[in-house]
């Protein structure tokens, strides 16, 4: 028996950051849309530990429903916020990058300074306004109490989506557990191993997602044990430590009480089916066998080393398909490397721009035009984050073309790589969406 729903039914698939936010956007927006999330989980969960969001995202969650920026706020309220703000600190951590031992680990002479293994080499400034990491399972917890019970649905894992053949146009999902759903569109926030983008972009080579060269350690260390380990330098405002072909990040999360670490180094290829996975401590401490105490002892103090592989997607050239009616948002549609650390923002970014022209639509034509507005909009920017969180990751370490270990050029290239980020108008896409829907009425 296929279940159907009453006239212009979306099913959102997958309830991760994309998948919630998108459901509590349209509840609000749209209410003369009916809304179902489908889950493969038993229930809501994030993996990882931390996820950190600029003012620039924050106030898009606030565009969605200010019940989202309150539901950060509860998750950042203990966070430090220097003046003026920072993004991150960067320091060497290498001591391959030492250029004279004799003084005390000199890794640069800058500006008339000599800078040690550690120091402050330069600050990123980030922008004002709210802002910091959040405990992903905290944050996801507080999201999940906006959306009302019966919405949801778990232990549904698409397996496909077919055209009705009744004639309706519909969506007909097929789950693994063998039942099926019909509904008028489908909003994919499946994620990076997106079922619904391999079901939108067919073959294409951009499906599936490819190595990027790089892995990650993750994990949280208690506060007051990284007081202890960072010595002069200040737990509770974010990190970073420089070095060739690894970089380690450190920012707070939980309100604080929590130090988050992302430990990254590199390798030519991923060849293992599975993108976690456990490794030894020793092999873990082998990748920084190079670097500072402070981030030896850091490494050190990791739980769990349990090593992410990072992938990202290729550009697709569409993020929806209109037979059955299909639309990516989110991971699904251009999954990205953390090195600029807006993955999340820009899903954040996706749903307020999707959720209000979805508000335009009552009819099926109508959410055609909406989802041609949305990709017009979203594809270039959303894209270009891949690429450049790619290129970002190269040069934290050492990689970056015409930069490499050069810090002066390193400086010059950070301070003015975020910019069309943090300083972007989402209202103004927005006009745009609703500019190309008016005229294609
Ligand atoms: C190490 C690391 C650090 C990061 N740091 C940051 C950061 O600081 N700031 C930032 O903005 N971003 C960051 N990101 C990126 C960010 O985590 C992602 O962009 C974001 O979490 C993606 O959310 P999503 O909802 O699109 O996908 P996901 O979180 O992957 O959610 C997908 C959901 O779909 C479900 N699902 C999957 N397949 C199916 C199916 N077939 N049927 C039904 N359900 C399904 C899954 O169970 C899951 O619940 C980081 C990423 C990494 C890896």
Known sequence: MILSH?????????????????????????????????ESAAAFGEIGAGVGFEPVMVRTMGLID???????????????????????????????????????????RRAGR?????????????????????????????????????????????????????????????FADGSRAQHSAVLGCDGIKSRTRAIVLGDSDATKAVFSGKYAYRGLIPMAK???????????????????????????????????????????SWNEPEWVVQTSRQNMLEDYKHWSPTVVSIMENLQKPDIWALFNHLPASTYYSTKPLICLVGDAAHASTPHQGAGAGMCIEDVYVLSRVLAQCHSRADLEKAFHAYDAVRRPRSQKLVKTSREAGMLWEFEGEGVGADLEALEQNALKRMEWIWDHDIVEDLEKAHKMMRAEA
């Open 226 to 268: 990284a007081v202890e380990i960072m010595g002069d330098v200040n737990p509770k405002e974010s990190q970073m430590f420089t070095g060739y072909h690894g970089h380690v990040l450190t920012f707070p999360i939980a309100n604080a009480t929590l130090f988050n670490v992302v430990a990254f180094s590199s390798r030519p």
């Open 114 to 174: 000599e800078v040690r293994l550690g120091e402050e080499v330069f600050v990123m400034p980030a922008r004002r306004g709210p802002r910091g990491g959040v405990h992903r399972a905290h944050f996801l917890d507080e999201l999940v109490k906006l959306v009302p019970d019966g919405v949801a649905q778990f232990r549904k894992k698409l397996v496909d989506v077919v055209e009705a053949e009744d004639g309706s146009g519909d969506a007909v999902l097929q």
């Open 66 to 108: 200010p019940r989202i920026t309150v539901a950060f706020g509860k998750c950042t309220k203990g966070n430090v916020v220097p003046e003026p703000p920072r993004w991150f600190t960067v320091r060497v951590g290498d001591r391959r990058k030492v250029i004279d031992n004799v003084e005390g680990e000199v890794v640069a």
């Open 6 to 38: 009453g006239p212009l039914s979306i099913a959102i698939i997958g309830g991760g950051i994309a998948g919630l936010t998108l459901t509590i956007a349209l509840l609000k927006h749209c209410p003369h849309l009916s809304i179902t999330l489908y």
